[in-house]
């Protein structure tokens, strides 16, 4: 069973950045891919960032690229989530998510969760 734990969410003005970190265990970290959800209130779970395990290859939502960087530590069993100039829409609960093989941007292919973190981005 995979555990996820996420942390580094909080309150930040439009403009400001914030780094999510995921403390993944229970799994071997290098052969899985991980990606970060977000689920706004009153809204579905939307995919954020993913990274995999092979080069590794990361993949972006179109309202995060540019802005957003995903990134892995397999030293730290620990993946990362860079958000800069973040803005009101980005106010969500992120979700770490784990699955073993190539990523997805499917909510219901990952069967592993974080509890998450919320992000508010005042105006």
């Known amino acids: 069973q995979v555990q996820l734990v996420e942390s580094g969410g909080g309150l930040v003005q439009a403009g400001g950045s914030l780094r999510l970190s995921c403390a993944v265990s229970g799994r071997a970290f290098s052969t899985s891919a991980l990606a970060w959800f977000r689920q706004a209130s009153g809204q579905e779970r939307n995919f954020v960032a993913a990274?995999?395990?092979?080069?590794?290859?990361?993949y972006y939502s179109d309202s995060v690229k540019g802005r957003f960087t995903i990134s892995r530590d397999d030293a730290k069993n620990t993946v990362y989530l860079q958000m800069n100039s973040l803005k009101p829409e980005d106010t969500a609960i992120y979700y770490c998510?784990?699955?073993?093989?190539?990523?997805?941007?499917?909510?219901?292919?990952?069967?592993?969760w974080g509890q998450g973190t919320q992000v508010t981005v005042s105006s």
């Open positions: 990274i995999d395990y092979r080069g590794p290859g990361t």
């Open positions: 998510a784990h699955k073993t093989g190539p990523y997805s941007r499917v909510v219901k292919t990952y069967p592993s």
